[in-house]
């Protein structure tokens, strides 16, 4: 079983910063594929960013490109997703996302690629 808790939401002006954090539980931590979804009220939950589990590779949504940025400490089995140049539309609740199977496989952009979630913590960008 895989646990995962994000930090580093809260409420920011249009054009400011938020990191978010998402420790993980499992000593396994380095071999998982990580990503950030995220769900704006009345919308479906959509992709953010990924980062493989060596952490050479990244991906991210177009409308996000650019302006927020993941990464991962393997020593703290963290991964965060920096975010700036924020603006209304970012408005969401972030959810962590963990694919445990990652040294096998590709990483997903998908929901169903992702086996764990965290409880989400949102975002609120105002203008």
């Known amino acids: 079983q895989v646990q995962l808790v994000e930090s580093g939401g809260g409420l920011m002006q249009a054009g400011g910063s938020l990191r978010l954090s998402c420790a993980a539980s499992?000593?396994?931590?380095?071999?998982?594929?990580m990503a950030w979804f995220r769900q704006a009220p009345g919308k479906a939950r959509e992709f953010v960013a990924a980062?493989?589990?060596?952490?050479?590779?990244?991906y991210y949504a177009d409308s996000v490109k650019g302006r927020f940025t993941i990464s991962r400490d393997n020593a703290k089995n963290t991964v965060y997703l920096q975010m700036n140049s924020l603006q209304p539309e970012d408005t969401a609740v972030y959810y962590c996302?963990?694919?445990?199977?990652?040294?096998?496989?590709?990483?997903?952009?998908?929901?169903?690629?992702?086996?764990?979630w965290g409880q989400g913590t949102q975002v609120t960008v105002s203008s």
């Open positions: 499992g000593r396994t931590f380095s071999t998982y594929h």
């Open positions: 996302a963990a694919d445990p199977l990652g040294f096998i496989g590709s990483v997903s952009t998908k929901a169903e690629g992702y086996a764990y």
């Open positions: 980062i493989s589990w060596t952490g050479g590779n990244t």
